[in-house]
């Protein structure tokens, strides 16, 4: 029989955890399971990505997350080092339908912009209001349920235990883990008497860290890296045994053949679990939801648009009247053929909205004296977004295409690239939530990773290589743009020599 994995960290639980999702994925192919779940540390920031990863590869996405319960609460911070810094009660969820993929996106946001201390922290209240559509496991030995057992007693534990099984009745499953920790044993033998007695099925685990048993050195560096340590610390954090990796369907079920029925549940749960993103058309197109924007009196945003571009566009040849560089009346009807054109694509492709709500913003900051940028990018090259006022360039002059910014061909959704006075950028943010509403409104992330060079410094270090030795290396590394060591090691070869003679090097 087969097996499936439901606790498995990826790299975005950051310096945590060595597996991408193209080697998981692939891992479970070879081991002919028919799904894969992610449940990173208190964040959703690879749900997307790992979700068509899994499809390309042909197995069952299935979204979840780890999270990091505050014991004395979300709000807590710096009071007590020992429960608030180090966050040790935690819960993995597991995404049912979209509506459980939401209520896990809120959850982990609120983790952030309400209860981080070091780490994302929720606590109870947040996991009753978002409950719905979510399967709850009980997680590894650093779980709610099993931390509670092992240092405040069983009869805390079964509170715990109750607590869940009324807020999850059914969804929530005991989570055996057996990777070589002293505790192990211990923990299952109370979580399988537990589930007795309560009637709450058990679910096998592996907490996976790494994709194979020989990333395991990998894995431990990425922690040393991110805790300042090096592998040769005796204080350093380790997971404790060699035994996170994604372990096949029959290695599972025989470190588990006394509780098939722990294996049998992972089927179970993948089952239940039908989450679907409909972000394509069956061609392949990008589904976008944009925007709209309020307009007065039954007017459409189409004639919106209309109405402030020929207003703006006037204002700006009485701009250049006044400047002393009046635009020649027979240059005037080309630059209102060019909005008409403009208007008539932007129409087409149904971003009016967008275009409306940007130069709303744009107007407020502007009419609060928050400086805003004249404008960057290919948003440069649309005469609507000149006449609008979001930009401050006459694309006409420079024959500036619109068609680079938009156009019916483009897959990717275009955008303005705009610049704030840092000082005040966050009262733009402030109007544009209160005005479209805090759901409406979010922030990107750009995620810094480490570049070749970087690399072979940071894991130098970790790996008690002196400055020098690692400047030797550092040096021999190509400079290029995104270079992966793969490609450094095919560009320079005294880089292979050095790796075939010195060990550490090879390391």
């Not at 109750?162 to 979580?191: C, P, S, V, W």
Request: contains cysteine; proline residues 5%; aromatic residues 10%.
């Amino acid at each position: 029989m087969s097996f499936v994995h439901l606790h498995v960290h990826s790299q975005y639980s950051l310096l945590e955890a060595a597996c991408d999702f193209d080697s998981l994925c692939a891992r479970a192919v070879d081991y002919n399971m028919p799904a894969l779940a992610i449940t990173d540390y208190g964040n959703m920031f690879g749900a997307i990505e790992f979700y068509f990863a899994a499809q390309k590869a042909g197995i069952k996405p299935i979204i979840g997350i780890e999270v990091f319960i505050a014991p004395k609460g979300r709000l807590v911070k710096g009071e007590d080092q020992n429960s608030v810094r180090m966050p040790n009660r935690r819960l993995v969820l597991l995404a049912m339908s979209y509506k459980g993929y939401q209520n896990i996106c809120k959850i982990s946001s609120i983790g952030y912009q309400e209860g981080f201390y070091y780490k994302p922290r929720i606590d109870y209240e947040v996991l009753e209001k978002y409950s719905d559509d979510l399967i709850a496991l009980s997680g590894g030995t650093m779980g709610d349920v099993p931390w509670t057992f092992k240092n405040l007693g069983e009869e805390k534990a079964y509170e715990r235990i109750d607590f869940y099984k009324n807020l999850y009745g059914d969804r929530f499953y005991l989570e055996l883990t057996r990777m070589g920790l002293a505790e192990n044993e211990e923990i299952n033998q109370f979580l399988i008497r537990a589930g007795r007695e309560r009637n709450i099925k058990i679910v096998a685990g592996n907490d996976v860290h790494y994709t194979h048993p020989q990333d395991q050195v990998a894995q431990e560096v990425l922690i040393c890296i991110g805790s300042n340590k090096t592998l040769q610390d005796p204080s350093r954090f380790r997971l404790g045994s060699d035994q996170f990796y994604l372990k096949s369907a029959e290695q599972m079920r025989e470190i588990f053949k006394d509780v098939p029925e722990a294996c049998d549940a992972t089927l179970e749960i993948t089952e239940r679990c039908n989450l679907k993103f409909q972000l394509k058309t069956s061609d392949g197109k990008p589904i976008y939801h944009l925007p709209s924007y309020p307009t007065e009196n039954g007017v459409s945003t189409s004639q919106e648009m209309a109405r402030l571009s020929k207003q703006g566009l006037e204002k700006r040849f009485s701009e250049f009247a006044e400047r002393g560089e009046p635009i020649d009346e027979d240059r005037k009807p080309v630059y209102y053929e060019r909005l008409q054109y403009e208007l008539k694509i932007i129409e087409q492709m149904d971003f009016n909205g967008y275009f409306l709500i940007v130069q709303d913003f744009i107007s407020w900051a502007k009419e609060n004296d928050i400086p805003v940028g004249p404008g960057r990018g290919s948003g440069a090259g649309s005469l609507v977004a000149y006449s609008l006022g979001i930009t401050d360039l006459d694309p006409m002059p420079y024959n500036l295409l619109f068609e680079r910014f938009l156009n019916p061909e483009r897959i990717s959704m275009p955008d303005f690239d705009i610049d704030f006075c840092q000082e005040n950028r966050g009262r733009v943010i402030d109007y544009v939530t209160n005005k479209y509403g805090q759901g409406s409104v979010s922030q990107i992330i750009t995620y810094g990773k480490l570049q070749a060079k970087a690399a072979i410094r940071d894991v130098g270090r970790v790996i008690g290589m002196t400055y020098a030795e690692v400047d030797v290396v550092s040096k021999l590394m190509p400079d290029k743009l995104g270079l992966t060591l793969k490609e450094a090691l095919e560009l320079e070869p005294r880089l292979r020599e050095m790796m075939e003679d010195d060990p550490k090097i090879g390391t």
